[in-house]
């Protein structure tokens, strides 16, 4: 894998190798939902079979803007587990672990923490956007953990010495930022870290049922994988549709209509390419065509919904996979901190 020397590289461009490590994660601040799904889930059921998968629930990196409220980062630990493995990410071939019972990780972040500065932190793009929301959120104070997160992140992937570690775009900045970190770590106290490198896929952002740019909790306009049929109903039916369209022979503009765009992410091509015509000629209702769109997530949810009844039913078989998995990433982690600390001549 040596020939990966770029900071960046697209998902279809890396040969498939199972000696090569993956590492990606998520913070357990809510239930995940279909822009997640199309977003990353799904390519990790690819991924697993692809490479050596580690997916941590960084719940350590939730603490930093949820520190006030540890029962919602607790509570979703499990919420996110469960809709993973419901998505078909198989606990046999790839290692869940939770980043609070790996130590090691918390000690990394103290070591990394003086090959980074402040202001460098501050002008990260991530943190930067961040920061401006927080501020509105925290008043004036943002805190020292907040802020230094991506160092936090560094040590995540380092831990593991993954090669890969599959993000959106708007994690690029911290990958970046490991890569200092990285480099400086080794050119002061001898090669020692692994440098990352971030596999961008065809992750699209999914657009929330309301038109909003983003699907969150917060905005309310997200459609989870948990969500029962009649929720999904609920929720179809209130989608925003062309505003134009009162009768149904009002000829109709699909591509500013939510419904037509999830059409286009849960139907097949011929199913999308009807939608669109009979819209525009005014031959297709809204409340049919939403029955139709109801109908195919469905088809899409239903046997994920399944899957996450099975788990929710087995709160001990979720937990045993969640340990399992940590007590093996963790065997990992602490041989990449006996070579830390001999590298920074703290091998006592
Ligand atoms: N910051 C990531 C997010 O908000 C989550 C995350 C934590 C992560 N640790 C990671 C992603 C390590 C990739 C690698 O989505
Ligand atoms: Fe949207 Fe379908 Fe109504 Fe056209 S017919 S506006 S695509 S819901």
Request: proline share 5%; charged share 30%.
């Amino acid at each position: 894998m040596e020939k990966i020397e770029d900071e960046k590289i697209k998902l279809e461009d890396v040969k498939p190798d199972k000696n090569v490590r993956i590492l990606t994660g998520d913070r357990p601040t809510g239930k995940l939902h279909i822009g997640h799904y199309f977003g990353s889930l799904k390519s990790r059921v690819t991924l697993q079979d692809q490479f050596e998968t580690f997916i941590e629930v960084a719940d350590v990196q939730a603490l930093t803007d949820n520190f006030n409220n540890p029962e919602k980062v607790k509570q979703n630990v499990s919420q996110i587990l469960m809709d993973e493995l419901a998505v078909g990410i198989d606990p046999n071939k790839v290692t869940f672990f939770l980043q609070s019972l790996i130590p090691e990780i918390a000690e990394l972040t103290v070591f990394y923490s003086n090959l980074v500065t402040i202001s460098r932190l501050e002008r990260n793009p991530t943190v930067k956007t961040e920061l401006a929301q927080k501020r509105a959120l925290f008043g004036e104070s943002v805190t020292y953990g907040f802020l230094g997160y991506p160092v936090s992140q560094a040590a995540d992937i380092t831990a593991f010495e993954a090669k890969l570690v599959p993000v959106g775009e708007d994690q690029l900045p911290l990958i970046e930022q490991c890569r200092e970190i990285v480099r400086k770590f080794n050119s002061i106290y001898g090669e020692t870290l692994k440098e990352p490198v971030a596999v961008l896929g065809n992750f699209p952002r999914i657009k929330g049922l309301d038109g909003n740019e983003k699907m969150g909790k917060s905005l309310g306009n997200a459609l989870y994988l948990s969500d029962t049929e009649d929720v999904i109903k609920e929720k179809v039916m209130a989608a925003l549709t062309d505003p134009a369209r009162i009768k149904k022979d009002d000829p109709g503009h699909p591509d500013i209509c939510m419904v037509y765009y999830y059409h286009k992410l849960f139907g097949n091509e011929e199913e999308c390419k009807n939608v669109c015509e009979e819209c525009k000629a005014g031959k297709r209702g809204c409340v049919a065509c939403k029955k139709e769109l109801i109908k195919n997530i469905d088809n899409t949810l239903r046997p994920i919904r399944e899957k996450r009844h099975y788990y929710e039913e087995r709160p001990n078989e979720v937990k045993d996979i969640l340990m399992a998995g940590t007590a093996h990433a963790r065997d990992i982690a602490k041989e990449t901190m006996i070579k830390v600390k001999k590298s920074m001549k703290l091998d006592y």
